[in-house]
């Protein structure tokens, strides 16, 4: 917002406008229809572990989302959570590639926890260009545009300021593993940011908003271990045009494949988190 109150205008036009309307219409579209089906009797499924769930909503609003782009972009790629959980390979070559998320917080859905997305990113030359994430109960549209500022609802994204973790707001999400070793670590994890006196740890179980909340300035850092590149390619775009940092936990660039980020409003704070975590190995997800 600007000072004066008024919402800034969220630039129109650059080089892949047509895809950016066709992702925040199919977003608004696919949102409806979560909408409807959060309170509904849900036939779910588990992927890679008890914990990781796929109900038959994750499959429509994925193939109503795909069709639609294909029709559109025929020469376009495409990397999908369920097609990947059915054996699709997940590679980003320099084609203008879709990376969808197509319900992000299936746990809280199945629980008709009222915290769920959708997440359309969208990256060409392996570089990402836009991301559209829409918080389906909430209704809040949050874009990134690469150059042109990310926004919810109208209104500018801004990341705070902070760099000093005895004054952050973190938020992390537990992903599927809960193997004895993971768990130990994941706590391990928590435990040291507590210990470094951050104000809250949280766990909303959406990495996607989780990041959006991050790109707002209403938490200071996010670190993950076992998400994946559609919980990443959207709101990768949104944090760095709201100015923040998006980096690998090692405290190197991102790898959006590698399955473990660190984000944050500043690099001084990124930096310290990345240095306090224990690293838990899930793999890449072009490797599976
Ligand atoms: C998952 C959620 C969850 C996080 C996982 C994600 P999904 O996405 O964001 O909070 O812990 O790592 O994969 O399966 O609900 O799309």
């Known amino acids: 917002m600007k000072p004066n109150g008024e919402d800034e205008e969220a630039p129109a036009g650059g080089p ?64 999908a959570e369920e097609a990947a959980a059915a054996g699709a390979k997940c590679v980003l070559t320099p084609s203008p590639t879709w990376i969808v998320d197509p319900i992000d917080g299936t746990c809280n859905f ?31 549209l949050y874009t990134g545009r690469r150059g042109q500022g990310a926004f919810c609802n109208g209104q500018r994204l801004r990341v705070s300021g902070e760099t000093d973790i005895s004054k952050a707001l973190v938020l992390t999400e537990i992903g599927p593993k809960r193997d004895p070793a993971t768990l130990k670590l994941f706590l391990s994890n928590m435990e040291r940011l507590l210990h470094a006196k951050a104000h809250g740890v949280r766990v909303i179980g959406s990495s996607t908003l989780a990041l959006c909340h991050l790109a707002s300035g209403a938490a200071d850092a ?21 100015g923040g940092i998006v980096m690998d936990t090692s405290g190197g ?29 899930y793999g890449r997800d072009d490797e599976k």
């Open 110 to 140: 199945v629980h008709r926890f009222p915290t769920v997305a959708v997440s359309i990113g969208f990256a060409v030359n392996q570089e990402l260009e836009f991301g559209v994430i829409y918080h389906c109960t909430e209704e809040r």
């Open 253 to 281: 660039p991102l790898d959006l494949m590698s399955c473990r980020v660190v984000a944050a409003g500043t690099r001084e704070m990124a930096t310290l988190i990345a240095q306090a975590l224990q690293t838990i190995n």
């Open 16 to 79: 892949w406008e047509e895809c950016f309307e066709a992702a925040v219409q199919l977003a608004l579209r696919a949102g409806q229809i979560i909408r409807k089906a959060l309170s509904e009797e849900k036939r779910v499924s588990t992927k890679t572990s008890a914990a990781d769930l796929v109900t038959e909503t994750d499959h429509l609003v994925e193939g109503l989302i795909i069709s639609e782009l294909q029709k559109r972009f025929p020469s376009h790629r495409f990397i």
């Open 222 to 242: 996010y670190y993950q271990f076992g998400l994946h590149c559609w919980d990443l390619a959207a709101a990768t775009v949104i944090i760095r045009e709201a």
